[in-house]
C-alpha cells in the first residue's frame, strides 16, 4: 500500500483495499473459529456415525477442519499481506483482494456446509 494512485478515486482505491483486506482477516479468523470448535463437532459427529473415525463421515469435512487446512488458509493470508509490497498497482491489488477473497469464503462455506448440510 505504498505505491502513489494517480488515477481517479485514489482515496475510494485505498478504502476498497483495505475493506477487502479486513474482511480476508475475518474470514481467517472465522475460518480459525471452525477449526477450534473441531472437539465439539467431533463428539456431534460420533453420535451421528459411531462406526466412522471421519469428521460426520467425510473425508472433505475432515480435511477442511484440520490444522494442515487453516495453515493452508493461513498461508494463502501471508501471501496476500505480502503482495500488498510487491508493486502491483492499486486496481490491480484490489481485484486480486477481491478474487482471493471470494476463494477464501468459498473455502470457508465448503467447510461449513460440510458440518450443516441441511442448511
Request: charged share 15%; proline share 4%.
Amino acid at each position: 500500500m505504498h505505491s502513489r494512485d494517480v488515477g481517479r478515486f485514489p482515496r475510494l482505491k485505498t478504502f476498497c483495499n483495505l475493506i477487502l483486506l479486513v474482511l480476508q482477516l475475518i474470514t481467517v479468523a472465522a475460518y480459525w473459529g471452525l477449526v477450534e470448535a473441531r472437539p465439539g463437532y467431533m463428539a456431534i459427529s460420533q453420535g451421528l456415525y459411531p462406526d466412522s473415525a471421519l469428521l460426520m463421515n467425510s473425508r472433505v469435512a475432515d480435511w477442511l477442519v484440520s490444522m494442515p487446512a487453516f495453515v493452508a488458509v493461513a498461508m494463502v493470508f501471508a501471501g496476500i499481506v505480502a503482495k500488498e509490497f510487491f508493486g502491483f498497482s492499486k486496481g490491480r491489488r484490489i481485484l486480486l483482494n477481491l478474487v482471493l477473497l471470494i476463494a477464501l469464503a468459498a473455502v470457508f462455506g465448503l467447510a461449513a456446509a460440510q458440518l450443516h448440510p441441511g442448511v
